[in-house]
T-cell receptor, first 111, second 114 residues
């Protein structure tokens, strides 16, 4: 069974204090690893899809990386508006569009 | 391009009733998936439809069902509602871009069962 574990559950940062969010996974053939951002009361917002170990993608202050067992979401010099829950999900080969999600990491950035 | 839309946004129902939720995917997207999100279990996959056919199903009881129409719009139905069905129900539409897979979520329908 596909599994996704995210750590830590919650993270509090000072504005400008860079950090990384971890996503560990086990999947029967990875087709893609997805990162989403979710604000309270809203649907998840698509950030990145990574497909193979060694791949990296960037968007503003966010950079996602992928290895064969885990993915990291690096946040450089975060701002208060980066506060949200960050979700990681895997798509297994042969699973069509089904995503298996982790429980998410709640990030709070203090001014 | 308009995003994924879901109606209604909020719903309050009583135990034993049934409910139908609607989802309109992004134009051109033929795959629609449904997820249930609760504080305890997080996001859990319900089912996926592609070209009006269900091609994947999660581990939910038969009270949860869905369908997709020829215009790709989708509905999900929950019969004989239970208190535990209270959740945020999210719809996502997917597309293969040629270089990768992208899946976008709607704002969700907040269902409260009393």
């Amino acid at each position: 069974e596909d599994q996704v574990t995210q750590s830590p559950e919650a993270l509090r940062l000072q504005e400008g204090e860079s950090s990384s969010l971890n996503c560990s996974y086990t999947v029967s053939g990875l087709r893609g690893l997805f990162w989403y951002r979710q604000d309270p009361g809203k649907g998840p917002e698509f950030l990145f899809t990574l497909y193979s170990a060694g791949e990296e993608k960037e968007k503003e202050r966010l950079k996602a990386t992928l290895t064969k067992k885990e993915s990291f979401l690096h946040i450089t010099a975060p701002k208060p508006e980066d506060s949200a829950t960050y979700l990681c999900a895997v798509q297994a080969a042969g699973a069509n569009s089904k995503l298996t999600f982790g429980k998410g990491i709640t990030l709070s950035v203090r001014p | 391009k308009a995003g994924v839309t879901q109606t209604p946004r909020y719903l309050i129902k009583t135990r034993g009733q049934q409910v139908t939720l609607s989802c309109s995917p992004i134009s051109g997207h033929r795959s629609v998936s449904w997820y249930q999100q609760t504080p305890g279990q997080g996001l859990q996959f319900l089912f996926e439809y592609f070209s009006e056919t269900q091609r994947n199903k999660g581990n939910f009881p038969g009270r949860f069902s869905g369908r997709q129409f020829s215009n790709s719009r989708s509905e999900m139905n929950v019969s004989t509602l239970e208190l535990g069905d209270s959740a945020l129900y999210l719809c996502a539409s997917s597309v293969w871009t040629g270089t990768g897979h992208e899946q976008y979520f709607g704002p969700g329908t907040r269902l409260t069962v009393t």
